[in-house]
């Protein structure tokens, strides 16, 4: 590992490019002591309202706690949630000015229900349709004159509409002719549309289906990794496992296998963004995928000890990289 105060200082000079799916993250905790007599759900007594930046915007949390910088796109709409959202980003100082709205859509937010710290129902307000061609052509040209700044690219779908088949293979394609990294968080069946992309990170559950694996066998990760390795022609394959923690594979053959590292598990809620904007921006810095897959492994086990959408932080990081080291 190197010098953990060197690394910091690489952090801080690295340029990512978020393109994904940005969504408000909306809060209601309160608490329950009875059930509902109209039907056999929990009566939740509100105490308090919060509110979070979510989706891609999240991965750009992550990576500005970690201080490094980001550039942020994704589609919003012309709505009072949109205006939250930006607020939300300026606070986190991250830029809101990349946002597209759009007055087709509305800004997706996910209101969450927690009682207890424990969530009791999460409800969707979004537009999930396909972006047009025709939109797709005016937003490309705001993301390349983004490519010039950037040193690496993180795509975050969250399977909201806008990161279309022949956008993601214009994007990829444009990474691969400016020789630039590009990382990818997937999200549904079909991988055919982050071909050659650098690496993906998807979970067990998505790695498995997007092969048409069953997920009960033994040695469905293992498989799993080295289908997506070749039916896509990627660098690497990082499965995220949750209490097993990850595993990576790289298309040299090797496999690297890295044990979980939570203490106490309170909310996986946003993990695999931290996972992914730590990744971007430790191999920005010039890390290899297998150190920065050990650094991300341990921000992730740090974000889940937390409740509610959470970012990782510097002072996080490098306390448990020094105390791993000490």
């Given amino acids: 590992m190197h010098n ?22 909306r809060y209601w905790w309160g608490s329950v002591s009875r059930i509902s007599p109209e039907a056999p759900v929990p009566v939740v007594k509100l105490e308090r309202t919060s509110v979070a930046a979510g989706g891609a915007a999240n991965v750009a949390a992550n990576v500005v ?3 490094a910088e980001t550039f942020l796109v994704g ?35 996910k209101t969450r229900i927690i009682a207890h710290s424990q969530q009791v129902v999460r409800v969707d307000d979004e537009n999930i349709a396909p972006i047009s061609v025709f939109e797709a052509e005016n937003i490309f040209p705001s993301i390349e004159k983004l490519f010039v700044e950037s040193d690496i690219v993180i795509v975050s779908d969250y399977a909201k509409g806008f990161l279309t088949e022949n956008f993601l293979s214009r994007l990829i394609t444009k990474c691969a002719s400016e020789k630039k990294k590009i990382l990818v968080d997937p999200k549904g069946k079909d991988y055919s549309k ?46 995220t496992q949750g209490e097993k923690g990850m595993t990576l594979f790289q298309n040299d053959g090797e496999i690297y296998s890295f044990e979980a590292l939570a203490r106490n598990v309170y909310d996986v809620t946003g993990a695999g963004d931290t996972v992914i904007a730590t990744l971007a921006v430790a191999i920005g810095a010039g890390l290899n995928f297998f150190e920065a897959a050990r650094i991300a492994n341990i921000a992730a086990g740090l974000v889940v000890e937390q409740i509610g959408t959470t970012a990782i932080s510097l002072k996080m990081l490098e306390d448990a990289l020094t105390e791993k080291h000490s």
Avoid: H, W
Wanted: charged share 30%; with cysteine.
């Fill in 75 to 109: 589609l919003i709409g012309t709505d009072a949630e949109a205006r939250n959202l930006s607020e939300l980003l300026t606070d986190s100082k991250i830029s809101p000015d990349y946002l597209i709205p759009l007055k087709t859509r509305q800004t997706s937010v």
């Fill in 194 to 239: 982050y071909k050659s992309a650098t690496l993906l990170t998807p979970n067990r559950k998505e790695a498995t289906e997007a092969c048409g694996f069953e997920d009960f066998e033994d040695d469905v990760v293992e498989r799993a990794g080295k289908t997506l390795l070749e039916k896509f022609s990627t660098d690497s394959v990082l499965i």
């Fill in 4 to 25: 953990i105060k060197e690394l910091i200082e690489k952090f801080s000079r690295v340029k990512v490019l978020i393109v994904g799916d940005v969504m408000l993250d």
């Fill in 65 to 67: 706690g970690l201080g």
